[in-house]
């Protein structure tokens, strides 16, 4: 019998069935359990999108502030981690780091880890509170500067930008890194969440699932793009510089980092909302360099690629990271800081994978060879 078809990547492919995110790639459009990302942006805290995503509904009030004082009262690190994060190599990329580290809280937890969509890990929320504090540590400690404890009279974007740098962040700043953690929190089965959602399939940790996804997420194609995208402004260094650059590029078959999305046919609802950010922060502080040098690489590369017929929109990566350049944070930390916005998604879909699991088990189309013959003389 002849193997079915397949799709090499899983494109189109339904692996699932989830109720968390809906992606609407041909119309640009984006939902956490149908509300849409402008609206969650623009009216919720990064604490409330996580009860929505960890719960599947908003929260009242009391709800709220009950769950905010709880995923704040968790952002301390116990010694034995800071000791770990002080003690790892200082040359490794911080995701390296957060890969490790997850696995390491999950002994400093104060309850049994229960395989169960009542998990306890909605209560500790543990990968979710203390992946920042794990990022500014080790910036800080690889920096010759101490650890920073957390404030628990700050947001959850505004507390990373006090513990990284060690000063209060305005307003503005606060409220703009915990709405980008809102556009990073969840994305239906991308790659990163997909593979958290295996690895749970088998009955494994919370902990083990996310370090998983992290691993995933460290690659260019996945969360690595927006620390490619700053190199490449950096390369083209002005506007003059793109259309060159990106012919050069196209005629290598290069890839143009933060340009084009498996999923969206449209510009990424997410690359709207941030290049605004990017505009506001440009204005800020009177610096528009990487804001006019994306927009030349947007404008010239939507161009080469219509004359072929392939219209390709920026993602989200593609304005990312600008706006956490303007915001003091290293290229980095963009990566580790996609990690940390993500757990809360990771951790939903692990919940949502127990609720009705079936172990992920594909075929692989074989395309080698059967009943070879063995040597006659033994191989030198």
């Known amino acids: 019998m002849a193997e079915k078809s397949y799709a090499k990547g899983l494109e189109g492919v339904i692996a699932g069935e989830s109720k968390i995110c809906k992606v609407d790639g041909e119309n640009g459009r984006l939902y956490y359990y149908g509300y849409r990302i402008a609206d969650l942006v623009e009216k919720a805290s990064?604490?409330?999108?996580?009860?929505?995503?960890?719960?599947?509904?908003?929260?009242?009030s009391r709800e709220l502030s009950e769950f905010t004082a709880r995923m704040r009262k968790n952002r301390e690190l116990k010694p034995?981690?800071?000791?770990?994060?002080?003690?790892?190599?200082?040359?490794?990329?911080?995701?390296e780091l957060l890969q490790t580290i997850v696995n390491f809280l999950s002994g400093y937890i104060d309850h049994k880890i229960e395989h169960s969509p009542t998990c306890n890990c909605r209560q500790t929320l543990h990968q979710i509170a203390q992946l920042p504090a794990v990022i500014a540590a080790f910036h800080r400690f690889r920096n010759g500067l101490n650890y920073i404890s957390p404030r628990d009279d700050l947001s959850h974007g505004a507390n990373f930008l006090w513990q990284l740098k060690g000063t209060e962040p305005d307003s503005e700043d606060g409220e703009i890194m915990d709405k980008c953690l809102t556009l990073h929190a969840e994305h239906s089965f991308n790659a990163s969440t997909f593979t958290a959602r295996v690895v749970a399939s088998t009955l494994s940790t919370c902990y083990c699932s996310i370090s998983a996804a992290i691993g995933s997420l460290f690659g260019s194609l996945h969360g690595g793009a927006n620390e490619k995208v700053i190199t490449m402004v950096e390369d083209i260094d002005n506007v003059e510089n793109a259309a060159p650059w990106i012919d050069a590029a196209l005629a290598k078959k290069q890839k143009i980092m933060g340009m084009g999305h498996r999923v969206?046919?449209?510009k990424?609802?997410?690359?709207?909302?941030?290049?605004r950010f990017l505009q506001?922060?440009?204005?800020?502080?009177?610096?528009?360099?990487k804001l006019v040098v994306l927009e030349e690489i947007e404008k010239v590369f939507r161009e080469r690629m219509e004359e072929k017929g392939k219209p390709i929109y920026p993602n989200v990566d593609f304005f990312s990271g600008a706006v956490y350049s303007l915001l003091g944070i290293p290229s980095s930390l963009f990566?580790?800081?996609f990690a940390m916005a993500r757990a809360s998604?990771?951790?939903a879909h692990i919940l949502e994978q127990r609720v009705d699991n079936r172990l992920f088990r594909p075929k692989a189309l074989y395309t080698g060879e059967v009943d070879r013959p063995w040597p006659a003389e033994s191989i030198d």
Not at 46 to 60: C, H, N, Q, S
Not at 80 to 95: D, V, Y
Not at 268 to 275: F, G, H, K, N, Y
């Open 46 to 60: 990064f604490e409330e999108v996580t009860y929505l995503l960890l719960y599947g509904k908003l929260p009242t």
């Open 80 to 95: 034995p981690i800071l000791n770990i994060i002080k003690e790892f190599p200082r040359s490794s990329h911080p995701m």
């Open 264 to 266: 969206y046919k449209a």
């Open 268 to 275: 990424d609802p997410r690359a709207v909302i941030m290049e």
């Open 280 to 289: 506001t922060l440009s204005s800020k502080y009177n610096d528009n360099s």
């Open 335 to 337: 990566t580790p800081i």
């Open 345 to 347: 998604g990771w951790l």
